[in-house]
């Protein structure tokens, strides 16, 4: 039985679009004030880019706040003031503004290759627009793009490989057999969004992100599906 694609409609573009970054430098950018899904984000695609062989690095304007900074890791980070341009395209995660990356950055780049966020509001101001308005999170967004496409999660992107741990992908790392049922893929993959937007999260909103209202709607539909896998507050 063929794996069901939770993106169907937009993770084989995502692949393609990865791919055409293969000869780029990317810098992937958040907004400022950063929040948890913010930072994680950009930790997320910076690892995934440099896994897949392509030299990214992450960028904010503002420091990344101290109760995240361990989630961080060994990813390359560097503030605004202290980036200097080399031939980078510009990737944004979690910015329905391209104005909230700041002056600076928006300076930097006045063109974006690649958009990737959550939010209604986005402008899509992007060459290439990844904006899933159903999904509460650009972690879940991206959740499901990693699993639909069968991409490797090293220990860092997982948080301490508790996504691995998660929806029992500690061997393959990964949800990539055509011979797994449609239940066992659902299942990992709501498996690891809750352990993913945990990770991304939990730092600025606790364990309950599916139970407080306004910081993940609790009636959006990954807030209804995760919920048993999610810790208890």
């Known amino acids: 039985m063929d794996t069901k694609k939770f993106f169907p409609e937009q993770s084989d573009r995502f692949a393609r679009v990865l791919g055409s970054l293969k000869e780029a430098k990317v810098a992937v950018i958040g907004h400022f004030r950063p929040d948890g899904d913010c930072i994680g984000s950009i930790v997320a695609v910076t690892r995934l880019l440099r ?63 690649v958009n990737i966020d959550h939010h209604i509001s986005n402008k899509e101001y992007g060459k290439e627009n990844f904006v899933i308005a159903e999904s509460s999170a650009t972690a879940e967004v ?17 948080q301490a490989r508790r996504l691995l741990r998660a929806g029992r992908v500690t061997s393959s790392h990964s949800v990539r057999s055509r011979s797994s049922s449609a239940a066992s893929a659902r299942a990992a993959f709501l498996a690891a969004s809750a352990e993913l937007i945990s990770s991304f999260s939990a730092f600025s909103f606790g364990p309950a992100i599916c139970r407080s209202s306004g910081v993940i709607r609790p009636s959006s539909r990954i807030c209804r599906l995760i919920s048993p896998f999610l810790p208890t507050a």
């Open 142 to 158: 991206l959740a499901g793009f990693i699993l639909d496409n069968g991409y490797t999660i090293d220990a860092t992107t997982a």
């Open 51 to 113: 896994g897949l062989g392509i030299d990214a690095i992450g960028l904010n304007r503002d420091p990344v706040p101290a109760n995240l900074q361990a989630f961080v890791g060994d990813t390359p980070f560097q503030l605004a003031d202290d980036f200097t341009p080399d031939g980078h395209v510009a990737l944004t995660v979690d910015c329905a503004d391209y104005k909230r990356v700041g002056e600076r950055l928006a300076a930097f780049f006045p063109e974006v290759a």
